[in-house]
């Protein structure tokens, strides 16, 4: 999952970009020292979700697309992670959406301090 994870942000960043190759399950394998078939479940699961792409005898690259679909992906999580709770705790607060929203454009003095430091 976690090397999954790591190409998801790296393909979302842009530090690897689509039609790129991405590093081998060995390669992988041998920075996080892990066993290579633990390193492959990761690729493979995001060859399976259409993200990378095999090129056989060449190695894996990111397919076309797939950054779209990975923030796509990530917004609808960070909607339901995140978002949904929030306001579901504000409602229970009496906070209106557009007040959470005003709490967000204008944190106050001291959020602002310790968003700075």
Do not use: C, W
Request: charged share 25%; aromatic share 6%; proline share 5%.
């Amino acid at each position: 999952m976690q090397i999954a994870e790591q190409i998801e942000n790296d393909i979302i960043d842009g530090a690897i970009e689509e039609e790129s190759p991405v590093p081998s399950t060995n390669e992988f394998a041998a920075f996080h020292r892990i066993n290579p078939a633990t390193a492959g479940k990761g690729v493979n699961r995001l060859v399976d979700d259409g993200i990378l792409y095999k090129r056989r005898g060449i190695g894996m690259f990111v397919a076309t697309g797939a950054r779209q679909r990975l923030v796509g992906a990530r917004t609808e999580q960070f909607r339901t992670n995140f978002v949904g709770p929030l306001l579901d705790e504000a409602a229970k607060l009496g906070i209106t959406p557009e007040q959470v929203a005003d709490m967000i454009k204008n944190p106050t003095a001291t959020e602002r301090k310790a968003n700075n430091s």
